[in-house]
């Protein structure tokens, strides 16, 4: 089992551009979570995805949207990147009876 | 609205020392609780989980947390610190339900350890 897997592991854009962050989830799991994670703080939910829906929303902009294919996995899309954007994107993948499980994040960078 | 305090930002301890790392949390109902610890630039690892039964929970790598409902804390601990335990620490707070998998995390604790 790969665990959750996270695509790429750095990247490096320009204000104003678009991003797009990949996630497969743990095989199993059918639940996609975002989290955002400035440097030096804790992670910060930013929206869950089950059964190709946006189920929770933290307190984020529009600017970030996702999307859930069929096989779980996920997408994280950023538009009009700001410089407060940049910082590590963690995603998470759980079932109703499992706790989160982490993958090892995209560290996003915008100069 | 759910949070999580971890009222120190920063530890240090020596090797073979013992370590308590605080937790309390505000959630508006029965909560399930978490400790994940993190290494510089890397995902967060599960060490331990509270969802319910007994009060005092054991992990991975040796440690242990006790769920205090009065205290609404959520403390971690471990007897003997090793010199690999050096990390980030998060406690989480989540629901269940139509909340699960929904994480509120506190902004951490770095420990460092000395030989």
């Known amino acids: 089992d790969a665990g959750v897997t996270q695509s790429p592991t750095h990247l490096i854009k320009t204000r104003g551009q678009q991003v797009t962050l990949r996630c497969s989830p743990k095989s199993g799991h059918d639940t996609v979570s975002w989290y955002q994670q400035a440097l030096g703080q804790g992670p910060q939910f930013i929206f869950q995805y089950y059964e190709e829906e946006e189920r929770q929303r933290g307190n984020f902009p529009d600017r970030f949207s996702g999307h859930q294919f069929p096989n779980y996995s996920s997408e994280l899309n950023v538009n009009a990147l700001l410089l407060g954007d940049s910082a590590l994107y963690l995603c998470?993948?759980?079932?109703?009876?499992?706790?989160?499980?982490f993958g090892q994040g995209t560290r996003l960078t915008v100069v | 609205a759910q949070s999580v305090t971890q009222p120190d930002i920063h530890i240090t301890v020596s090797e073979g020392a013992s370590l308590e790392l605080r937790c309390n949390y505000s959630y508006g109902a029965t909560p399930y609780l978490f400790w994940y610890v993190q290494s510089p630039g890397q995902g967060l690892q599960l060490l331990l989980k509270y969802f319910s039964g007994d009060t005092l929970v054991q992990g991975i790598k040796g440690f242990e947390a006790e769920f205090k409902r009065s205290q609404s804390s959520f403390n971690l601990r471990k007897p003997s610190v090793h010199w690999s335990d050096a990390a980030e620490y998060f406690c989480a707070v989540g629901g269940w339900g139509a909340s699960y998998g929904k994480l509120t995390f506190g902004q951490g604790t770095i420990l460092t350890v000395h030989p």
């Open positions: 998470a993948s759980s079932t109703r009876n499992t706790e989160a499980f």
